[in-house]
């Protein structure tokens, strides 16, 4: 006689335990209860094999979210990485423009000032000039005397004569006071 574990009866277990105390051993299975217990175990390996099956399936289908998360977090990560990269360069590009442009005013402001202070060493320059010409002019006048009046030059006067009624033609004589 089979155990039945389903089987919740007092009387059963009883029998079961009867047997066993008085062989010390379980009685023997007929071959009906031997065919039913194949076909208990195989029922049960079958969905023993099942079972394993579907945590198989389930397994691989938590595997394939986790690398698709861990595939979608690193796509993430790539981003951000790339977005800070891209802000980072702006920022780089940003600052080398705005150094190029101070170091353009400085030059420039440089050349005005060059340009400034050529302009005001010209003009002193040319106020010194002026001033020395001045004080040259000045000297001259004081040490040498000042030159002679230039004579004037004699002026020609022609004066006519009127002509007389001879018939002669006379030419006037030219008077020049030298």
Not at 17 to 38: C, G, H, N
Not at 133 to 156: G, I, K, W, Y
């Amino acid at each position: 006689m089979a155990f039945d574990y389903e089987a919740e009866t007092e009387i059963d277990v009883l029998s079961v335990a009867d047997a066993i105390r008085s062989d010390y051993r379980l009685a023997p299975l007929t071959d009906e209860q031997k065919v039913q217990r194949r076909i208990e175990i195989e029922a049960w390996r079958e969905e023993q094999a099942f079972l394993a099956e579907e945590r198989c399936i389930e397994r691989e289908c938590q595997q394939a979210e986790a690398e698709a998360a861990a595939r979608h977090e690193q796509a993430l990560a790539l981003a951000e990485q790339n977005r800070k990269a891209r802000l980072e360069r702006q920022e780089a590009i940003s600052r080398q423009t705005r150094e190029r442009e101070i170091t353009d005013l400085r030059l420039q402001s440089i050349r005005h000032q060059a340009w400034q202070r050529d302009v005001e060493i010209a003009a002193r320059n040319a106020i010194a000039y002026r001033q020395r010409e001045t004080l040259m002019s000045e000297l001259d006048a004081l040490v040498s005397p000042p030159p002679p009046q230039p004579s004037p030059e004699p002026e020609v006067i022609n004066v006519e004569q009127p002509a007389e009624e001879t018939g002669r033609l006379d030419y006037p004589t030219l008077h020049r006071w030298f």
